[in-house]
Structure formats: C-alpha cells, structure tokens
C-alpha cells in the first residue's frame, strides 16, 4: 500500500514513454510496417495514464497526505464526493485529468477508427501522440500530482469551500471532455494535410468527434455558469470573465466548425475552411488551458499558478498551433475546390453563419486579450466587460441567429429565395406578435434598452417558431392531414431532430438571457430579525436564526419568508452562512425558491452588530424572471448534440450497417 | 431657511424610478476597483458601495452618463470603465469584429456566382447522347 502512489508516477512515466513512442512509430514508419504499433501503443498508454489517475483519485479518498497534492488540497472531513473532486480541484490533479482524457481519446481513434483508411488513422495517432508526449511531459516533470512530502503532515489544507458543490465536481471533466475532444480534430486535421488528401469523407469521420467535443463542453460550460450563479452569490450567470470567455472561445469555434462540416460532407465545398477551423478549435481549448493557468488572468474560477508553468504552456502552445497552422499554410493552396453553389443556397447561408461567428468570435478574442496586451506592451491598466460585448457580439449574433431558420430551410445548391420567404412569413409573424406581446410587461430605463428587450424577444422566438416551422416542413405538414403527418415523426432522421433540438434550445437560452438580463430585480439591505424589505410584488420578512452542523461545515442560516402581491406566503428561503474550520473560511449559500421559470434568490453576509447592539445581516434578494430557460436551453442543446451523435449516419469513426437499413432493402 | 435643510437632502436622494433604473444600467459599466472582474453592481464590497452612492448623487445632481463616465475615468483612469473608450488605441477592438462581418460579406458578394451562369444545368446534345449510352447499357 505504501508504495502505490509510486506505481501512479511509474504509470505517468510509463505513459510519457509510451505517448513518445507512438509518434516515433508513425514518423519513423512513414504509415506502414511499424507504424501499425502506434495502435497498439495508444491503448496501452491510455490503460497506463487511467492507472496514474486512478491512484491520484485513490490517494484523495484515502486522504493520504504524504502526497503534496492531497495534504494542499484535502481533508479527513470532507464527503467523500469532493474528496474525489478534489482530485481535479488543482492545477497538478487537473493536467492530469486533461492527460488522462487526451490518451483515451487516443485509444478510441484506434478502437473505433478501424473503418478509416490506415494511412490517415495512423497518422492521426502520430499526431495525438506527439500531443500526448507534450502533455504528459508537462504534468509529469512540472506539475506531477503525485509528487510526496518527506513527512506527511497529520492533516490537510483542504479544499476551497467555494469549490465544495455538486456543479463544480462535474464542471471540470465535462469541459476537459470538450476541450480535449477538439484534439481529435486537430489531428484529424493534421493527418489530412500530410496525406494531401480531403474529402468529403475526412468530414464525415471528423464531425462526429466534433459533435462529442461540443455537447461535452457545452454541458461543462452550462455547469460552470450555474456553479457561478448560486455559489458566488452576486446573482448573475455570466460575467464575460476572461476565464469564462476562454471556454466560450473554443465553443463558438467548434460550432462554426460543425456547420462547415456538414457543408464539406454534403456538398465537397469549404474544405481548406473546415480544416482550418479544425485546427482553431483546439488551439482556443489549449489557449484557454494556458490563459487560466499562466497568472496572466485573475479570476475567481482560475487556479493558483505559476509563471514558469505558463511559459512551459505557451511553448507547447506555440508548437502545436504553430506547427499546425504552418501546414494549413503550406498545403491548403493545393486543396481543390469543391461544388460549386448559387448565391442564394444554404451553403451560403452555412458561410454567413461561419463568417459571423468568426467575427464573434474575433471579438471575444480582443475583449480578453486587449487588457493582457495592453498592459504588457504600453504598462496600461484597462477592463473591458459586459457593456463592449452586449455592443459588439450582440448585434453580430442577432444577425447570425436571425439567419437560422432561413438556413435550415434552404435547400442545397440552389435554393428557392421566395418559396423560403412565403414558408417562414408565418413563423416570423407569430415571432413578432409574441415579441410585442412580451415587451408590453417591460418598462425599460431608456428606449434603447425597451428596443433591445423587443429584438431579443423576436430573435429568441423566431429561432422557435422558425425551428419549429421546419419540423412541419420534414414532415410534410399539412393542416388538413395534420394526423398523417404526425405519423411521420419517427421517419425524422435522428440528426433532422438534433438539428431542431440545438436550435430550439439556443431560442430558449435567449429568452431566458433577454428577459433576466433586462428584468432582473433586486435589493440589498441590512437586516435585523423581524424586518422586511420589498421587491417588486415580492415581500421578504427575516423571520428567525437556526444553527446546523454540516458535513465539515457549521452552518448559520436565517429563515425567511417571501409573500406575494396578495400577499400569500410563497416560500421559505433558508439561506446559509457555512464555516469550513479546516481551511477558516466561510461560505455563503444561496437559498432559492422554486417556481417553474423564475428565481427568487436570497443570500446573507456576514453578521454586524450596530451601535445599539442589535446584530443585522447584509442581506442581497434577487428576482431572476425566466432564469432556468438559460440553464436549460444550453442542455437543450447539448441533448442535440447527442441525439445527431446517435444518428446512424455520423457513429464516430465508422460506417456500420445499421439493422434497419438492412430490413429496409 | 430650517425648511431648505429639512427639504434639501430628501431632495438630493429621492430619486425617481428612471434615475435608479439609469444608475443600475450604469452601475453595470464601472468596475468595482478593488474586487476581481466585478461592477459595482454586483459587488457588496464597502467601495463599490461608495461609488454606487456617488453615481446615484451625480444623477440626482443632473449630470448625463456621458459626464459622469468621463468623470469616473479622470478619477480611476481606464480600469474602472467596463465600456473601453473609443479611443485610437482601441480602434482594432472596437472595429476588427464589425469590419469582419463587412468585409467578409463583401467578398461573398463579390465572388457570388450569377444565377443564369449556375442556373444552366441543361445537358448538351453530346452530353445527352452519351447519357443515353450510359443508360442503355444498364438496362
């Protein structure tokens, strides 16, 4: 038992090696004779890491403190569901979960990639060994979690409350799962531009890895804002923090890439684009990777860090983007042109959706970078936040989502502009109406904001109504024969409904972001036992103290009621204030009320006692209208994701034939 | 004169329901100086407390947003303005990701290609009888 955490780092090391030798194999083989054990390698190295983390993890449950991580990081007292948390909760324990998910996805090109020609499958086993080999070097020679203390200390420093909860025990592996599936991609992409050969084929093999990587990181982003919005305690979901824009990044890259890549499947066209955007979404998820962990960024979600570990970052950040990109440049001129379209086609419209995404993205990229460059080129302190990027992603989004339903509505080639017109008029009337309808509940302080409530509304229900309005047109929807045609809801292709799913939750996620973001209320005010404050048509009334003791916590909460307008007790929030006495911090915790759509959201600081002794509690009560529609349009999407996933056409990496394509012919 | 002072405060703080709901759009755009990437809207640190106070007196007091960012920025400089200036240094943040779109849409326009060219998917007679050929043989 003594000697298991030495396996752990034999088994790094092991994977190390193993990550090198895959990638010798390839080069040296040049794709054939020895090249095929990079196969073999790749499972064995992901066996050897999985191994390596599976002690990390062990080492946390027992709390074993003569491991520098654990005693940093852990403690006796902690459930066990954060013990195991915690194995992630550092810089160290975190680069080895990236390790551990880049080699698996490595095995899974060779398990299943075996319907792939070979040169292009070994070749992208090269490339992910050499990415391997740079991770798993990093981890092991600057960050290794495993490394011992001479004498262990009897306890340790515990986890930061903060990320004590359920959202953020998960956040971390689902967003490494995004991040890292863009690998797959990126060396897809590499082998594609050695072999010199790009097809429609390279897309279809290369979507489904996309479409992994995305839903994955779109859960792990919706989770980190939802562990953003009720454990920091300030009531919003989104900040446009630099770390949150580094995850949001490699997302808006990924899902351009996924829409160029139906293009280069179904019609040869925007090949050198796609690989292109291939390369950019890994290279946004290894920036994201460095930004958070070079000190460059403070922010409540980044680690504590290191400046040697962040140059150690750039440089493998530098080598594989520029490397990659280096390759695009040399090859992609050889790239031939694919189909050719009409102006008025959805390729086109998949372009606009492309190029403005581009630019969105191109400005979440300057608004944090701007302040980092600044600041180390001119010694120039400056912030950029929300109010740039409601000015300049937003008006570029509304475009991009206002084109959605005429996109999905086109068809290929060459598309009937007025026939798209005439079908959507109707769609885009009932969007209208419901927009104005809404806006007549919303009083905003200038007009410009009231104008923006109204456009928001309408993008958010047009991308709905018009989603929707593309369902009836898959089923050949008629009113007369409106049975008959729900009869052909199971012939939808499961993509058509990953498609409708996607869509449908983005209109959900705007609602919900358009109707909190100009809605919201709320107050903040000291208050004593027994007094109350109003909110709207809320009335919240501090009604007695309670102490509980919590897992590795003491907790004291208050108890408070909230009436509404006809003055009906609606709910009893019991916000608390927890005291971790391992690391001697304290915690607020947000109590909320559950209705279907809207949060009532109450917090307390901490306690002051007046000059005439009375205690009073700083207490902030939110009103958040249709906050749960932001939650629970992103997992909409992600559902969409999965649903494409599941769709015969797009397994990942092979074709097979399916049973029921084989009763059908 | 006692009925001047009595009046004078209540005068200065009671704002109406669209100077408050101009602070809060306001107190959105200023940064809370001494917190990690917060406004002052969302912090309830004593400072942000302060310059929430002082926001609210400015409006009360008359001066328009325009004033009172300009004000904010001679006090704290850049930093405290979440809404960069629109300066020469940051022209490239401001206008890369518009002129993106722009100019990208242009090129698509440019190099679009003319319906009646693409529209002419009519085979030739050699085309047509070589069709026919193709077709013969599979029969």
């Not at chain 1, 319907?115 to 020679?141: D, I, N, W, Y």
């Not at chain 2, 959105?28 to 302060?50: H, L, Y």
């Not at chain 2, 020469?88 to 440019?110: R, S």
Request: proline share 4%; glycine share 10%.
């Amino acid at each position: 038992m003594t000697h298991i955490n030495e396996i752990g780092t034999y088994c790094l090391v092991l994977a190390f090696c193993l990550s090198l030798t895959q990638a010798g194999v390839v080069i040296a083989g040049k794709g054939r004779g020895i090249a095929r054990y990079a196969e073999g390698i790749s499972l064995a190295g992901a066996v050897s890491i999985f191994i390596a983390f599976a002690v990390l993890i062990f080492a946390f449950i027992r709390s074993d403190f003569s491991v520098v991580n654990v005693a940093e990081h852990s403690h006796t007292d902690k459930p066990l569901l954060y013990k195991i948390s915690g194995a992630w909760g550092s810089h160290e324990g975190s680069m080895l979960l990236w390790c551990t998910i880049l080699l698996v996805y490595g095995a899974m090109i060779t398990l299943r990639g075996q319907g792939l020609p070979e040169g292009l499958r070994l070749k992208a086993l090269g490339v992910q060994g050499l990415l391997g080999a740079a991770f798993v070097g990093f981890t092991l020679f600057s960050s290794n979690p495993l490394a011992r203390l001479a004498e262990a200390p009897l306890q340790g420093q515990s986890l930061n409350p903060a990320l004590q909860d359920p959202a953020l025990a998960f956040h971390p592996p689902m967003l490494y799962l995004g991040y890292v599936g863009m690998s797959v991609v990126f060396s897809f992409a590499v082998a594609a531009l050695i072999e010199g050969r790009l097809d429609r084929a390279w897309a279809r093999w290369v979507r489904p890895w996309a479409l992994l990587a995305w839903s994955f990181l779109t859960i792990g982003i919706t989770l980190g804002a939802f562990w953003a919005y009720y454990e920091l305690g300030w009531g919003g979901w989104w900040a446009w923090d630099p770390v949150e824009n580094a995850s949001f990044m490699p997302w808006l890259a990924a899902t351009a890439l996924l829409h160029s890549a139906i293009v280069m499947e179904k019609r040869d066209s925007l090949k050198a684009w796609t690989v292109f955007l291939g390369l950019l979404a890994f290279t946004f998820s290894m920036m994201g990777a460095f930004l958070v962990r070079s000190g460059l960024l403070t922010s409540v979600h980044s680690f504590a860090v290191d400046p040697q570990r962040g140059i150690l970052l750039a440089a493998i950040l530098l080598l594989t983007a520029g490397g990659g990109f280096a390759l695009f440049a040399l090859r992609a001129p050889s790239l031939a042109p694919g189909g050719l379209f009409a102006a008025v086609s959805r390729e086109t419209t998949l372009v606009l959706n492309n190029l403005l995404i581009s630019a969105a993205l191109c400005s979440v990229f300057l608004g944090t970078l701007y302040p980092i460059l600044m600041q180390a080129l001119f010694d120039k302190t400056m912030s950029v936040g929300a109010p740039y990027y409601l000015a300049v992603f937003g008006p570029i989004m509304i475009v991009a989502l206002l084109l959605v339903p005429v996109s999905t509505l086109m068809s290929w080639k060459r598309a009937d502009l007025k026939g798209v017109v005439q079908r959507l008029a109707a769609a885009f009337a009932v969007a209208v109406l419901a927009a104005a309808v809404g806006s007549l509940f919303y009083k905003g302080p200038t007009f410009l904001s009231e104008a923006e409530y109204l456009i928001g509304l309408i993008v958010g229900f047009w991308l709905i109504f018009g989603t929707a309005r593309t369902l009836m047109q898959a089923l050949n929807f008629r009113l007369n024969a409106a049975v008959k045609a729900l009869r052909r809801l199971s012939g939808v292709p499961l993509a058509t409904w990953g498609m409708i799913f996607a869509h449908i939750g983005l209109g959900v996620f705007v609602l919900g972001a358009v109707v909190e973001g100009h809605q919201r209320l709320s107050v903040m005010q000291g208050m004593s036992l027994g007094d109350s404050v109003k909110l709207g048509q809320y009335e919240l009334r501090f009604q007695s103290l309670y102490q509980t003791p919590g897992a590795n916590y003491d907790a004291q909460g208050g108890v408070f009621e909230v009436k509404d307008g006809l003055g009906r007790i609606i709910c009893q929030p019991k916000p608390q204030r927890r005291f971790y006495p391992a690391s001697n911090q304290v915690q607020s915790k947000v109590a909320l009320c559950f209705t279907p759509l809207d949060d009532l959201y109450v917090v307390m600081a901490e306690p002051q006692t007046g000059v005439d002794g009375v205690m009073s509690w700083q207490v902030r009560f939110f009103y958040n209208p249709w906050v749960r529609l932001i939650f629970f349009g992103p997992l909409l999407m992600a559902l969409g994701g999965v649903l494409s996933l599941c769709d015969r056409r797009l397994r990942l990496g092979i074709v097979r034939k399916g049973r029921k394509l084989a009763v059908k012919t | 004169m006692i009925w001047f002072l009595l009046i004078f405060p209540l005068h200065a703080f009671s704002a109406t329901p669209q100077d408050e709901a101009r602070g809060r759009q306001l107190f959105t755009e200023v940064r809370c100086v001494q917190c990690q990437s917060e406004s002052i809207a969302d912090s309830d640190a004593q400072i942000a407390g302060d310059m929430r106070r002082e926001i609210r007196a400015d409006i009360a007091a008359g001066k328009t947003n325009a004033q009172i960012r300009k004000e904010l920025f001679a006090h704290y400089g850049d930093y405290v303005l979440f809404r960069p200036r629109f300066s020469m240094g940051n022209l490239l943040l401001w206008l890369l990701p518009p002129l993106i779109a722009i100019i990208g849409g242009a090129i698509l326009w440019a190099s679009r290609r003319k319906p009646e060219k693409s529209g002419d998917y009519a085979l030739s007679a050699d085309e047509e009888k070589k069709l026919r050929d193709i077709l013969k043989k599979h029969d």
